[in-house]
């Protein structure tokens, strides 16, 4: 069975800085892109970060520079760490697993990122 189960979500003040964990299991994780989404009340859900089976990294022009995704693939683990937190970063944050050839997309439960004074 796959699961992608997200940590590190919490609240944080403005400035401030978190780091997201995703670990999966059920999947050969060597074989998949993995990203963070986030999705804020009212909003569609969009792409924050993505990285590939051999580490090429993308971001979403509203976090470059503040955002770095990483993964370990010998834990089959995703990290997102997170600086200069600000308000607007308030959302549900989401792991995403795709299989690089089927594209076949898994997401984790997400975990809350609240920025607030």
């Known amino acids: 069975q796959v699961q992608l189960v997200e940590s590190g979500g919490g609240l944080v003040q403005p400035g401030g800085s978190l780091r997201l964990s995703c670990a999966a299991s059920?999947?050969?994780?060597?074989?998949?892109?993995m990203g963070w989404y986030r999705q804020a009340p009212g909003k569609q859900r969009e792409l924050v970060a993505t990285?590939?089976?051999?580490?090429?990294?993308n971001y979403a022009d509203s976090v470059k520079g503040r955002v770095t995704i990483s993964r370990d693939n010998a834990k089959n683990t995703v990290y997102l760490q997170m600086d200069s937190l600000k308000p607007e970063d308030t959302a549900v944050y989401y792991c995403?697993?795709?299989?690089?050839?089927?594209?076949?997309?898994?997401w984790g439960q997400g975990t809350q990122v609240t920025v607030s004074s």
């Open positions: 990285t590939t089976s051999g580490g090429s990294t």
């Open positions: 059920g999947i050969i994780f060597s074989f998949y892109a």
């Open positions: 995403n697993a795709q299989n690089t050839r089927s594209k076949r997309n898994y």
